[in-house]
């Protein structure tokens, strides 16, 4: 249990940076709670674990401004801290989804889980999830995380005000320092406010290119081609969209991580994400349209009989 409590509060950063978990989250087989900064005591993150008869630990965590990640952790494993490793998803044995996991112990890697990704649709509506690396295989089923993820949301609603310990090796300013942990919680609360600003553009956005997506792609929908190859073959016509969506998905991006030197790894996570927006919604519009034609008709409502002319109405 205690290896868990260093995964959920790890989740973040390493070394540890967070203490907790203050309160109770329990859904289905997922239990967890609220953590603290150890700089500074202030609210740092919700997260939740699952542990599987294999042995894996999944974990899911939603910070402050709503930055989403999963992680996995398992005593045997000996990964290179700090490190990358691919990773191939596989939700329910059809959809599959290609990550880069960061290593941040030996033990615990995490994956980044956009809000509006494809990802973090298909882990909350899928049932079973297949974790593949070169020659390991883990299966993870789905249990409640329909409900999980809002549990979390919740958790950060209410956690806001929660205060923690702060380590005795944090720096002294932050330590002592009220007016610097002022300084902090002000400036978090003004990322969350842009995040909010930036996510009500790129929603505008979405919407406007989807739309172009629908008129521009609707040939192609009930073609034998793959949701994905449809879907670049859409976005080509409604490029000044897709390029306008782009970029205000790296400044959310940049907004949640910090601007980073290599600018260009941005620009690929962001087109990335948003090819996984244009995918998800040509497979839901095939759903639908396909659902449609294999819908029975409504029967007809029988015609009612015509009063024969000129003759008068029966009276008791």
């Known amino acids: 249990m205690r290896a868990v409590a260093v995964a959920l509060s790890c989740l973040l950063s390493l070394p540890a940076s967070a203490a907790g978990p203050f309160g109770k989250i329990v859904v289905g087989n997922w239990s967890g709670g609220t953590f603290t900064s150890d700089a ?9 674990s699952a542990r599987y008869k294999s042995g894996v630990t999944m974990l899911t965590s939603v910070t402050a401004d709503y930055t989403w990640l999963l992680g996995f952790s398992k005593p045997g494993w000996t990964l290179r801290t700090g490190e990358t490793l691919k990773l191939r998803l596989v939700f329910d044995r ?3 989804i290609d990550v880069v996991a960061n290593i941040k112990s030996p033990t615990l890697l995490t994956i980044a889980m956009p809000a509006q990704s494809a990802l973090i649709s ?10 593949v690396a ?27 005000n929660v205060r923690g310990p702060v380590s005795p090796d944090a720096p002294a300013d932050a330590r002592s320092d009220p007016q610097r942990r002022e300084t902090l919680e002000r400036d978090r609360a003004v990322r969350a406010e842009k995040k909010a600003l930036l996510e009500k553009t790129r929603d505008l ?8 997506i629908g008129r521009e792609g609707a040939s192609m929908l009930l073609t034998d081609e793959k949701a994905e190859v449809v879907a670049k073959a859409a976005m080509l016509f409604c490029k000044n969209d897709v390029d306008a969506l782009t970029n205000a998905t790296i400044e959310l991006i940049e907004n949640e991580e910090g601007r ?20 998800a919604h040509i497979i839901r519009t095939r759903g639908n349209m396909l659902n449609k034609r294999m819908a029975p008709p409504n029967p007809a409502a029988p015609a009612r009989p015509a009063d024969p002319a000129g003759r008068p109405a029966q009276m008791l």
């Open 94 to 96: 059809r959809s599959t």
């Open 122 to 131: 298909a882990f909350r509506q899928g049932r079973y999830l297949e974790l």
């Open 134 to 160: 070169n020659d390991a295989r883990y299966t993870f089923a789905l249990t409640s995380t329909g409900e999980m993820l809002p549990a979390l949301v919740e958790c950060v609603t209410q956690s806001g």
């Open 205 to 212: 956005i979405s919407g406007k290119m989807l739309a172009c």
């Open 260 to 279: 980073p030197a290599n600018r260009g790894a941005i620009r690929e996570a962001a087109e990335k994400r948003v090819q996984e927006v244009v995918t």
């Open 40 to 48: 500074t005591g202030a609210f740092s993150h919700c997260a939740v």
